[in-house]
């Protein structure tokens, strides 16, 4: 194949050529999927729906539970949906929303994380100031910032991605991943969207650092408190919210700033897994699930969705 117009589909790696394990990677992907999906929309439910958690703090983790649903539902249901149908093939424009709708989500997520790292350092270590900083209209503006720079993120990885010719249809990855699809191009123009890694990789280890020292600093504040029960709550929340996001970013820049091989890598599959699947599945459990007021709103919301459904069967009967 000579450039890119003459290519209608790609060709994606597939997890076994026996069809038992393609059922077992079916099941495994789709326990995994729901699990993030529910967890996810669960909270977004809370937030929605009760008053008392419309504040700062809820207000970003409804958006990284959007992210984290939106960053999941790119690339895994056509994944399971191949090793159901026996087939490998996904169309070029498909390989292209891939491409910007999972970059676009993750960088939003990524951006978000490093926003909600400094709320929790202004409500930590200037609780006094937090309402004056941290009001309603700053909350939009940042959040509004986080999607609209995922935007433009997004955007340029998929320009810079495939403008490229390719070579060939052959990605050895189960989804369209940016290192490996410039692995197949035939000409110095992938050294554009190179750049742009390399970019924004400098970007995110400066919003990664920006977090490290967030931290730091929170993590000083927590242990001036008299409380043991208030120094372990805020342990119990920060530490495994550093652990998941730090997984996340190293097999990231792992993953996409490592030259791919020229062959399907079962250390490239693992990393691509880890990061795909990790933060969608562990911010639901570390944020909400540990959390007294997210439970009390999901129970509160079980309470009257049971109510509507025996009011409403009541109603047939």
Not at 148 to 170: D, E, K
Request: proline share 4%.
């Amino acid at each position: 194949m000579n450039n890119h117009s003459s290519i209608s589909e790609f060709v994606l790696l597939e997890f076994s050529a026996t069809w038992e394990l393609q059922i077992l990677h079916f099941l495994l992907f789709l326990v995994l999927y729901l699990a993030g999906v529910l967890g996810n929309l669960l909270i977004i439910s809370a937030v929605a729906f009760d008053h008392h958690l419309h504040t700062p703090m809820y207000f970003f983790l409804m958006n990284l539970a959007i992210q984290d649903l939106g960053s999941v539902s790119a690339i895994i249901p056509k994944s399971m949906a191949n090793s159901v149908m026996n087939s490998r093939h996904i169309s070029f424009s498909g390989c292209v929303a891939q491409v910007f709708f999972f970059v676009f989500f993750v960088g939003s997520d990524f951006f978000l994380l490093t926003v909600m790292a400094y709320d929790r350092y202004v409500a930590i270590c200037n609780p006094l100031q937090y309402e004056i900083v941290m009001n309603k209209q700053a909350c939009i503006q940042m959040v509004a910032a986080v999607w609209i720079t995922g935007l433009i993120y997004g955007a340029l990885h998929t320009g810079g991605t495939f403008v490229v010719p390719f070579c060939s249809n052959i990605v050895y990855q189960f989804y369209c991943e940016i290192p490996h699809l410039l692995n197949l191009s035939c000409s110095d123009s992938y050294l554009v969207e190179v750049f742009v890694l390399v970019m924004s990789a400098v970007i995110e280890l400066g919003c990664f650092v920006f977090i490290i020292i967030t931290y730091v600093l929170i993590f000083s504040t927590v242990l001036k408190i008299p409380s043991v029960q208030g120094r372990q709550k805020a342990f119990s929340t920060c530490l495994p919210h550093l652990i998941v996001f730090s997984i996340f970013i190293f097999t990231g820049w792992f993953a996409y700033l490592s030259p791919p091989s020229k062959t399907p890598s079962l250390l490239d599959l693992a990393l691509t897994v880890i990061y795909t699947f990790v933060p969608p599945l562990m911010n639901p459990v570390i944020y909400s699930m540990r959390n007294k007021e997210i439970k009390t709103a999901l129970a509160k919301l079980l309470i009257t969705v049971c109510s509507s459904i025996e009011r409403s069967f009541a109603s047939f009967t």
